[in-house]
């Protein structure tokens, strides 16, 4: 769904909604975009309440950022620009081939388990707070090391991926190279 073109509002109004995600955009006529992004914020927020991880807080700027500076790069398009501009909705539009792949599955699981991970840490922690009264030391502390191996786990996953992609490629590199000489050879021998 493409806009009517027309991007020429006022500057008070649009940066009045340019301050609440996804109201900007609407404002612009882009209805698609700026529900998607009112959704993403009510989620997260959702999301946050739901789980009691109120660390999930901390992508809130990222999306009200976006959306944000979306707005006024909206504002200061030319005519033709802003005509250009499409109203999608900012998540996939065919769940189902998006869940199908293994990426997505994958990426899924690792939210999943970091979340599930969180809320049983917090319960824990809790619970051990009933019988200890001074564990306000023992939960940063913790909450730091646990955070510090998750990194570290990261990390080492990373260099090994990149360590077994390197190798297949050289491999593959190896097996190019002996396809090429045997090619080499049976047009010598068909001479």
Aim: aromatic fraction near 14%; charged fraction near 25%.
């Amino acid at each position: 769904m493409t806009n009517n073109g027309n991007n020429r509002r006022s500057s008070f109004f649009t940066l009045c909604f340019s301050l609440i995600p996804g109201a900007g955009e609407m404002y612009f006529g882009l209805y698609h975009q700026g529900l998607s992004l009112m959704g993403w914020v009510c989620a997260l927020f959702a999301l946050s309440s739901i789980t009691q991880i109120g660390e999930l807080i901390c992508f809130f700027p990222v999306i009200w950022l976006f959306s944000f500076f979306h707005v006024h790069n909206l504002r200061r398009m030319s005519v033709e620009e802003f005509a250009k501009v499409e109203d999608k909705w900012l998540f996939p539009s065919d769940w189902v081939n998006f869940m199908d792949g293994q990426k997505t599955k994958k990426y899924v699981a690792v939210g999943l388990l970091v979340i599930g991970g969180l809320m049983l840490w917090d319960v824990l922690l809790q619970f051990i707070g009933l019988y200890f009264d001074n564990m306000w030391w023992f939960r940063g502390i913790s909450t730091r090391l646990i955070l510090g191996i998750l990194i570290l786990a990261i990390g080492i996953h990373m260099l090994v991926k990149v360590g077994k992609n390197k190798e297949d490629e050289e491999e593959e590199d190896d097996e190019e190279e002996e396809d090429d000489e045997d090619a080499a050879e049976d047009e010598i021998v068909e001479k």
